[in-house]
């Protein structure tokens, strides 16, 4: 199996285990789409280069403000969650959720697809 389709398979199966995924994706640190699973009308190049932002700044923020390296981030919307994680030195995994997820679950699944994400990319 080729390393995209090996990363499309962690896509679907972190969205297969629970419903509250709406889309995933993984991103680049250039802020470049790596792999994804979006409902159409959502630009997948806007996503990736506001994801890279996130990160960025999100890195920068915790390290200025004294919290350690960054793990996570969390946007709370009225119609749901973006969640952004690190998949590796290089990459993010970012997910959409819906209003009402179970972010417990949310979280522990894009903990273990995150570290799948690692190993596969760190082979590249």
Do not use: W
């Amino acid at each position: 199996m080729s390393k995209p389709e090996e990363l499309n398979k962690i896509l679907l199966k972190l969205q297969s285990s629970t419903n509250d995924f709406e889309a995933s994706a993984i991103i680049s640190e250039d802020g470049l789409i790596i792999a994804h699973i979006l409902p159409q009308g959502l630009s997948e190049t806007q996503i990736a280069a506001m994801s890279a932002a996130m990160m960025s700044m999100g890195v920068r923020t915790s390290e200025e403000l004294k919290r350690g390296k960054l793990q996570q981030l969390f946007l709370r919307g009225e119609n749901g969650h973006v969640v952004i994680t690190q998949s590796g030195p290089h990459s993010v995994l970012l997910t959409l959720t819906r209003e009402e997820a179970k972010l417990g679950l949310v979280f522990l699944s894009m903990s273990r697809a995150a570290e799948e994400i690692e190993k596969v990319l760190s082979t590249f």
